[in-house]
């Protein structure tokens, strides 16, 4: 009778831990844009693998946060939501939202809101443009450590890359820091 009873609830079983399984909680982004606040560690063993990186080194829990929420949104030209988004807009939300910094919409008037630096310069949040298509800074994305950046890619979405991707690089045009000019913003 009563592995009747367990054949019974079985399905319901399986159906639950599957659904628990699948279910990814996405990081939550503590304290103020700006703030810099400490990931929690499975944030910062995750990146840090994807980077190749000690964990010791993820330190700006607000960053990897945001961008763990936003890993694998589609690209949608013109998008600024969890339900699609384009290069620009993922670099406006993430400058907004992490380091409380308002900058232009669109990458080429991004470019001119950065003070141009070196490659080897890069900072984390500094900003790398390039040229796809002959069109001067029709990319952006957001430089974090150890040659690796974020963008919004029009084939995987919201992903890591390295700077020196083969496939990327080749269309690198330029890179630098968000100058002083740029107004925080009061979110």
Known sequence: MKQIRLLYYLPAIV?????SACHSK?????GEPGEVVKPP???AEKYAEIMGVDKADIKNGRLYAFIDQWMGVPYKFGGQ????VDCSGLVQLLEQQVYGVSIPRVTSQQVNAIKRKYEDELQEGDLIFYDFDGKKFSHVGVY???GYLVHASSRRGV?????HDPSMY???SRCGS???????SNL
């Open 15 to 19: 159906i639950m831990f599957v659904l």
């Open 26 to 30: 996405k990081a939550v982004m503590k």
């Open 41 to 43: 560690a499975s944030i």
């Open 81 to 84: 939501d969890k339900d699609g």
């Open 144 to 146: 974090l450590q150890n």
């Open 159 to 163: 992903t890591i890359i390295r700077l």
């Open 170 to 172: 080749k269309y690198f």
């Open 178 to 184: 968000i100058t002083d000019n740029v107004t925080a």
